[in-house]
């Protein structure tokens, strides 16, 4: 049974560091893996999808990797700002549906 | 391509009552996803769709819950006799194919009270 871990369960950092956030993931057998961002009350919006072929993807600030061999994503967050604060979650497609973690909560500050 | 929609947005209902939820997908995505939310925690997969089909049913659905996309087009989940463990965000996602990536819906945050 597929199982995904977010460590840490909790962030808060001063406007403008460089964040990593962990995946980990008990089944490498997977088609994708995806990071979404959340905010609070609100649905899913997706900041990046990993194809199994992949490495990594990377959209402005945010670059993800993936290295199936050990089970682990990485999302970096660059510069961080104040906007970014919101939880964000990992979720591995597997057997054809996504599998989440609990996410981790991060709040940037002024 | 609107996104997903889903309706209502929220919902209030008194235990014992029956609701029905509403997504409608992207128009060319044929994988429609059902899944719960609760706090804190991370979504949690009930039930898909390929066009018409309902291909998988997690154990999560109980007997009180059945979903049906007619058409293969909107989808809608019912939940019967209402619970306050029913309390949740239920979520509705959809994709065009096996690999590519979903797109969700803002979600229906229900409430039993």
């Known amino acids: 049974k597929q199982e995904v871990t977010q460590i840490p369960a909790a962030l808060s950092v001063p406007e403008g560091e460089n964040l990593v956030l962990n995946c980990s993931f008990t089944?490498?057998?997977?088609?994708?893996l995806q990071w979404f961002r959340q905010d609070p009350g609100k649905g899913l919006t997706s900041l990046l999808l990993i194809q199994s072929s992949q490495r990594e993807q990377t959209s402005g600030r945010l670059n993800a990797s993936l290295d199936k061999s050990s089970g682990r994503s990485t999302l970096y967050i660059a510069a961080s700002q104040p906007g970014d604060s919101a939880t964000y979650l990992c979720?591995?497609?597997?057997?054809?549906?996504?599998?989440f973690g609990t996410g981790t909560r991060l709040q940037v500050f002024p | 391509d609107t996104g997903v929609s889903q309706n209502p947005r929220h919902k209030i209902t008194k235990r014992g009552q029956n609701v029905t939820f509403r997504c409608d997908p992207i128009?060319?995505?044929?994988?429609l996803y059902w899944y719960r939310q609760t706090l804190g925690q991370g979504p949690e997969f009930l039930t898909y769709?390929?066009?018409?089909?309902?291909?998988?049913k997690s154990r999560l659905l109980s007997d009180r819950f059945s979903a049906e996309r007619p058409k293969g087009s909107f989808s809608t989940l019912e939940i019967q006799r209402t619970e306050q463990g029913d309390s949740a965000m239920y979520l509705c996602?959809?994709?065009?194919?096996?690999?590519?990536?979903?797109?969700f819906g803002s979600g229906t945050r229900l409430t039993v009270v």
């Open positions: 089944d490498s057998a997977i088609y994708n």
């Open positions: 979720a591995v497609d597997n057997t054809d549906k996504l599998i």
């Open positions: 996602a959809s994709k065009p194919g096996p690999v590519y990536g979903y797109t």
């Open positions: 769709f390929q066009n018409e089909a309902q291909l998988e």
């Open positions: 128009s060319e995505h044929n994988r």
